[in-house]
């Protein structure tokens, strides 16, 4: 009681001594304001429980993903034929176009593929291409399309529930296609969506997670897309007619959309990106909740541009937020990246979906191959994360391509029969494991290239790349021999120097703005 009596006639005595208060407003203390990368590392976690769970659910959409596009594989192949019991029939021919009608039939009968419901051989053999080619065409809008919408008012995870809505009902119409005609609009129409996936699911995966986690785990995704090859080579063993397996690889984009979905995050950097101040910081404060973590109430996102100008605080936005691809190729230094981007991503998607074709002419069984296929790039995906922070992206963007390159050039120079066939084949796998080990980084050296302010619109464009190197390959498999090969090696070896000209990203900011990604330029001599 005495002691705080004594405290209590002080704090009249103070009271009396002090001038009469001010009628200035009273100025608020400064609150830490950092970027979205920085709150990461100093309150929130760069890789803990939620970005781990938030990075596998997401990547879901990848296996999916791998359904919708290899099913084609399956559905499209030319299935086995014998000759009809009692009618002329010459059983040691080559193929039926050299056999009379009626003298033979498929084996498993016309459901068992679209090649024998239409009668896709020999003169519209062609047929089969032409919808592989309209799929990848469609890839080719959906990748611009769905990359801007993205990027604006729709955002990443609005747009990967639009694009696995639209997949699930496209497949499910394709298995019901009564014409030829039909089947080749569908698949068109399901390259479109299947095209905006990739764009939205390796962004929404991948942004939340810290500088110094972010590479290995963005290398992470592609286990996700062999596991779909694996996956779906089960389901085409099980479910051998050609409708009833679009069916079944159809239906897991709806269950994804109603099961796993709800449970995923939008992206906190699209949120800042747009305005949305609240929406952001309500993410990052899930993130250190769930992470273990705590974040002080007066810490507060801000972007980088922000963090290099404090007087210039969303003006440079708003421009962008309008026009994101014009300011895109509006700035040196992102024009530049674009080029070099989408032309790495032109000729490496030219080797890689030619490999995968010639893989099919092995003659072997059909389902064993395509899963050993899919097992056969997870340890180049292994091997090219564990480098990763050694040779850095250039590193392994050069080694991957000039690998790819190296083994189809001896490839191109071996002979196609004998011992030497088997040689050539072993080139081909060689150069499989390289690019598979290349696009496993690709999109995360993409992400880094870019701002979130153009991001999407910049991965878009590259996807949009890749589906036409996609479009052409089978055009170069036709080819055949050595010549098909050396196409696959001048690919490789023009992709690996192109790589050259990109700066490294290993352990740099992740920026959100032009402005932010200019001004970082500037004062960090070499750096992304």
Not at 518 to 523: A, V
């Amino acid at each position: 009681m005495l002691r705080m009596s004594t405290l209590t006639s002080a704090h009249v005595e103070l009271q009396e001594q002090q001038p009469p208060p001010s009628t200035e407003p009273a100025v608020e203390l400064p609150k830490e304001r950092l970027t979205v990368d920085d709150m990461l590392q100093k309150y929130c976690g760069e890789f803990g429980p939620w970005q781990l769970k938030n990075f596998m659910l997401v990547n879901l959409s990848w296996t999916l993903e791998a359904l919708h596009i290899m099913v084609v594989i399956f559905a499209d192949h030319e299935p086995q034929w014998r000759c009809v019991e009692g009618v002329a029939c010459d059983r040691a021919g080559k193929s039926v176009c050299e056999l009379k009608l009626g003298s033979w039939e498929w084996v498993e009968g016309r459901r068992s593929s679209t090649v024998a419901q239409w009668g896709l051989i020999c003169g519209d053999k062609y047929k089969v291409g032409l919808a592989q080619a309209m799929f990848f065409l469609g890839c080719m809008m959906g990748s611009a399309i769905f990359g801007y919408l993205s990027n604006s008012a729709l955002g990443r995870k609005r747009t990967l529930a639009l694009v696995s809505s639209l997949n699930a009902t496209f497949g499910l119409l394709t298995a019901a296609s009564p014409y030829y005609w039909t089947y080749v609009l569908l698949r068109f129409l399901t390259g479109i969506s299947s095209g905006g996936n990739s764009v939205s699911t390796f962004v929404l995966a991948t942004e939340p997670i810290g500088p110094t986690k972010r590479g290995v785990a963005g290398m992470s995704s592609f286990y996700f897309f062999a596991g779909g090859i694996a996956i779906l080579s089960g389901m085409a063993y099980t479910f051998r007619p050609w409708r009833e397996l679009y069916i079944v690889s159809s239906i897991p984009s709806l269950l994804f959309l109603v099961a796993v979905l709800p449970f995923v995050f939008e992206s906190p950097r699209w949120y800042l990106v747009r305005g949305k101040l609240d929406e952001a910081m309500k993410v990052m404060k899930s993130i250190a909740i769930c992470n273990g973590k705590h974040l002080p109430e007066g810490v507060i996102l801000l972007l980088d541009q922000e963090a290099f100008n404090k007087d210039d605080r969303g003006s440079g936005l708003k421009r962008e937020e309008k026009g994101s691809f014009v300011v895109l190729i509006r700035s040196p230094i992102t024009r530049i990246r674009l080029l070099l981007a989408m032309s790495i991503s032109f000729v490496g998607a030219i080797a890689y979906y030619g490999l995968s074709l010639n893989v099919v002419n092995l003659k072997t069984n059909l389902y064993l191959s395509v899963l050993l296929n899919a097992v056969a790039e997870i340890p180049a995906y292994t091997i090219t994360a564990a480098l990763l922070g050694r040779l850095g992206r250039k590193g392994i963007g050069v080694g991957t391509l000039w690998f790819t390159g190296g083994f189809c050039l001896i490839g191109s120079l071996l002979r196609s029969h004998g011992k030497w066939k088997v040689a050539r084949m072993v080139c081909g796998i060689m150069g499989i494991f390289g690019m598979a080990g290349n696009y496993n980084f690709l999109f995360l050296y993409l992400e880094e290239l870019f701002p979130t302010a153009v991001r999407n619109t910049a991965m878009g464009c590259a996807t949009l790349a890749i589906q036409m190197g996609a479009v052409l390959a089978p055009f170069v498999v036709v080819l055949g021999g050595g010549l098909a090969f050396g196409v696959f090696a001048v690919c490789g070896l023009v992709g690996g120097s192109l790589v050259f000209f990109l700066p490294e990203t290993v352990n740099k900011p992740l920026y959100d703005t032009m402005a932010g990604m200019e001004l970082g330029q500037r004062t960090s001599p070499g750096g992304a």
